[in-house]
């Protein structure tokens, strides 16, 4: 079996070359009591809480099925290799974000970090990412 590559965990590396890449379209969070996701839905994440099943979706799915959604978000990538053991990189990022009154909630992978922040912040957010390459 193929072990993929360690990420990167130094904090100045990190920061120095992530590049915010933006997926298209409009996302939302929906949730189910019962933890079954409709058919049709194809969420981009869930995650398992003692309430139910969150799931990140795309808006015109929950719109085209009928789910009840909160907070409509753009989905930003940083699209570095973050080691999953990184100190300080979402911090830093999230301070940033906060300190200019941009909410945000963000998802690992094994690759990437993601965020997700209201539609109508996004070119602020993505100008307050800018500021980690100057």
């Known amino acids: 079996m193929n072990t993929p590559m360690a990420g990167e965990s130094d904090l100045d590396q990190l920061l120095q070359h992530m590049a ?13 009591p019962d933890a079954s996701l409709p058919s049709g839905l194809e969420p981009v994440s869930t995650i398992h809480e003692v309430e139910g099943l969150t799931a990140i979706v795309p808006k015109a799915q929950a719109v ?3 789910i009840d959604f909160q907070f409509e ?3 930003i990538t ?3 290799h973050s080691s999953l053991s990184a100190v300080g990189f979402l911090a830093r990022i999230c301070g940033v974000l906060a300190a200019t009154s941009i909410p945000c909630n963000v998802l690992s992978g094994f690759y990437h970090d993601h965020l997700l922040v209201p539609v109508d912040k996004l070119p ?3 100008r307050a990412l800018s500021s980690f390459h100057r």
């Open 78 to 80: 940083l699209s570095v």
């Open 124 to 126: 602020e957010t993505l």
């Open 64 to 66: 085209a099925l009928g």
């Open 20 to 32: 915010p890449v933006v997926c298209p379209g409009t996302f939302v969070y929906c949730t189910f």
């Open 73 to 75: 978000s753009a989905l």
